[in-house]
């Protein structure tokens, strides 16, 4: 590794494993789940709830959630390096040379998180597409 992302950023550091990554996703979710939720009370304190009956289509619904986790992940990981599931867990998004992501790995990172059959790609790994194709990689922040 060259350069890295803080001068005490090890020089060969710790990979995330599944069961943090897992972790991270699911606090991740949580958090999609409750800004959808604040939203929704918005929607109806300024009268329009109406709105809401649309996401009862199964299609609309799943592409309002797509759009939300996009946005989460691409606000987060562009501007902090890590999603508020990786603060908890105290994990952050390297690119391979330890570095920190420019925006178009982050992009790229984001978008492959869109492909329906990603989680799958855990499978036997704890790096996923979105890791391997965007050239990044979830590692354990050291301890001081």
């Not at 890590?82 to 982050?106: I, N, Y």
Request: include cysteine; charged fraction near 20%; charge should be neutral.
């Amino acid at each position: 590794m060259t350069s890295s992302v803080t001068p005490d950023f090890p020089e060969y550091p710790e990979i995330a494993g599944q069961g943090r990554r897992l972790a991270n996703y699911l606090i991740d979710l949580a958090c999609v789940f409750l800004l959808a939720a604040q939203f929704g009370i918005i929607l109806v304190l300024v009268g329009k709830e109406s709105w809401l009956d649309d996401l009862d289509n199964p299609l609309l619904d799943r592409l309002v959630t797509v759009i939300l986790l996009f946005f989460y992940y691409l606000f987060f990981e562009a501007l902090f390096g890590r999603t508020v599931g990786k603060m908890v867990t105290g994990t952050t998004v390297v690119m391979e040379d330890g570095t920190r992501p420019p925006f178009s790995a982050t992009l790229k990172r984001t978008l492959w998180r869109i492909v329906p059959f990603e989680p799958l790609s855990f499978l036997g790994s704890a790096q996923g597409w979105h890791d391997t194709k965007s050239g990044t990689m979830v590692v354990r922040i050291p301890r001081k």
